[in-house]
């Protein structure tokens, strides 16, 4: 396999560098995962091994096979839960709002995982009661600004979840 | 000049053979060919019964078709087609479109994608509307059985297929005119003569192709590329195994008998002999003696004479356009209690109903002495 070929990147060098870049990020890093530490469990689906069905690529609960639970760090907000209804309003549906987990790019790397689209996302909200979202955007593309450090390099992902009810997944 | 691609270098230039058994054509009391392969196909790999065709079965079907009968090529290079009907399972989408994903996990242009209408609706197939209530079950097949003592046969019976509307959108997504029109070719071809078919366990299901339309999404300051969807109704059925039946068919029948005694039946003339047996015989020492008359002005219009060679009692048992009836023993009329003797001449005068052109019956019951 070729060798990737790496572009040095220059851009604002005169105030801002790789070490600066790495500092701050150690620094987050520190603060996110040392002192905030909201600890989120990935459970990602196996999708070469999970039992499909040949026409609509769906799988039951019991045909989905998951790789090993990996638990996180990243910065969570849950949104307001919405009140909704079935049934043109005659059943009532009362969900949490959406996830939204930004995480440093470098602890994805550090832990050798990737967050996909259709990933299951476990969130403990009490002692007792954890709840389990889906991945709806997994944030792979951060070439915005607001993902990097003044224009520098990307450094986190925005990763937005939704709720998922306990008969689509309730843990492995 | 345009060079013809498709060259046939051998003409069959004889006719198709008549099929031997229908030499001046079909006699409409046998199964043709065709139909008896038709049917092979349903029932081929199985059991006698057709296999159920389902909502996933015909979702396959189109799949199927549009793969094989729809395939386009650019340069060389085939348009692949997702080869799913996509659903709502997040994870499920890019299962099924890595082979052809950007290092973003974005799929890469151009493509095909079959996107079916969650909503199936009943048929507008004009040959299965409506036409059979209540599931009334048909015979299909008669399927020999052997039990080790009896054979017999098993009925196979199914309801009408119940005919189904689903709609497909045929979605390509492309960055350059030539594969759009590449497309549009293919499908024009196949859909000169409106449908198509595609072919789903030993079915040949229409598909009509209902309306195109396009949906580029051309904007100054966006990414670019031509989106076109192609709407297809596929008109199918639905035949469920679960419906069908199999009931044993008659393979033994017993015939009862029972006589009363009490009403004995007389017989009409001689008793019949068969095998030199006399049948018959129920009531041998009564006899029953018809009697027409005709219209009024014919001879025997309104008297019969009868001559006796034996000694009877003659009582009237039914009577047809009589009013009434006089009795007369060689001339004598007789009141009371008829009796003839060997030799006697019985006169039967009647007085009709309705007369004088219309005729009449009398019928006599002999008790015959021995």
């Known amino acids: 396999m070729a060798k990737q070929k790496k572009i040095p990147i220059t851009r604002i060098s005169r105030f801002f560098g790789s070490q600066d870049f790495n500092l701050e990020q150690e620094m987050g890093m520190e603060y996110l995962h040392g002192d905030i530490h909201f600890t989120l469990v990935l459970f990602r689906v196996d999708r070469k091994k999970s039992d499909v069905d040949d026409v609509y690529g769906e799988s039951g609960p019991e045909e989905i096979r998951y790789k090993a639970p990996v638990e996180f760090n990243g910065l969570v907000s849950i949104a307001s839960p919405s009140n909704k209804t079935y049934a043109s309003g005659l059943v009532n549906q009362m969900e949490p709002g959406n996830m939204t987990i930004s995480v440093y790019i470098k602890h994805l790397e550090e832990l050798n995982i990737d967050v996909s689209y259709g990933d299951y996302i476990g969130y403990a909200e009490t002692e007792d009661k954890m709840r389990y979202y889906t991945v709806t955007n997994d944030g792979r593309v951060v070439s915005d600004n607001a993902h990097t450090i003044g224009g520098y390099k990307p450094y986190y992902r925005t990763i937005i979840c939704s709720y998922v009810s306990p008969n689509e997944f309730n843990g492995v | ?370």
Not at chain 2, 77 to 92: A, E, F, H, S
Not at chain 2, 215 to 241: A, H, M, P, W
Request: hydrophobic share 35%; net charge positive.
């Open chain 2, 1 to 370: 000049m345009a060079i013809p691609k498709k060259v046939k270098t051998n003409i069959n230039i004889s006719p198709r053979p008549p099929q031997p058994q229908y030499d001046s054509g079909y006699n409409g009391l046998t199964t043709p060919n065709r139909r008896r392969e038709l049917s092979e196909l349903i029932t081929e790999d199985g059991t006698f019964l057709p296999k159920s065709v389902l909502h996933a079965d015909m979702d396959r079907g189109m799949l199927d078709f549009v793969i094989e009968d729809l395939k386009t090529g650019v340069s060389g290079k085939k348009i692949p087609v997702i080869d799913r009907i996509l659903t709502l399972q997040r994870w499920g989408e890019f299962s099924q479109t890595w082979s052809f994903s950007t290092p973003d996990k974005n799929v890469s242009l151009p493509f095909i994608v079959v996107v079916r209408q969650p909503d199936v609706q009943y048929g507008s197939n004009p040959s299965l509307q409506y036409t059979i209530p209540d599931r009334k079950q048909f015979h299909f097949a008669k399927v020999p059985t052997w039990d080790g003592n009896r054979k017999g046969v098993d009925i196979y019976t199914i309801p009408q297929p119940i005919p189904v509307d689903i709609t497909y959108d045929v979605k390509i997504i492309c960055n350059r005119m030539r594969e759009l029109n590449q497309f549009n070719r293919t499908v024009m071809q196949k859909f000169s003569s409106r449908q198509a078919y595609t072919f789903v366990k030993g079915h040949y299901i229409p598909i009509v192709l209902e309306a195109l339309s396009d949906e580029s999404v051309i904007d100054t300051e966006e990414r670019r590329y031509y989106q076109q969807n192609y709407k297809f109704q596929l008109q199918g059925f639905l035949i469920d195994e679960n419906e069908f039946e199999v009931k044993p068919a008659i393979n033994r029948s017993l015939l009862f008998f029972d006589t009363n005694t009490s009403h004995k039946k007389s017989g009409n003339g001689s008793p019949s002999v068969v095998n030199q047996h006399k049948m018959n015989i129920y009531n041998k020492n009564k006899f029953r003696r018809k009697l027409d008359y005709g219209f009024e002005d014919t001879p025997g219009g309104t008297t019969q004479t009868v001559t006796y060679a034996y000694k009877a009692t003659v009582t009237l048992v039914r009577s047809d356009n009589v009013s009434s009836v006089v009795y007369k023993i060689n001339g004598t009329t007789t009141q009371g209690k008829v009796e003839v003797d060997i030799g006697d001449v019985l006169e039967v005068v009647i007085v009709k109903t309705v007369g004088p052109l219309a005729t009449s019956q009398v019928v006599l019951e002999e008790l015959i002495y021995p």
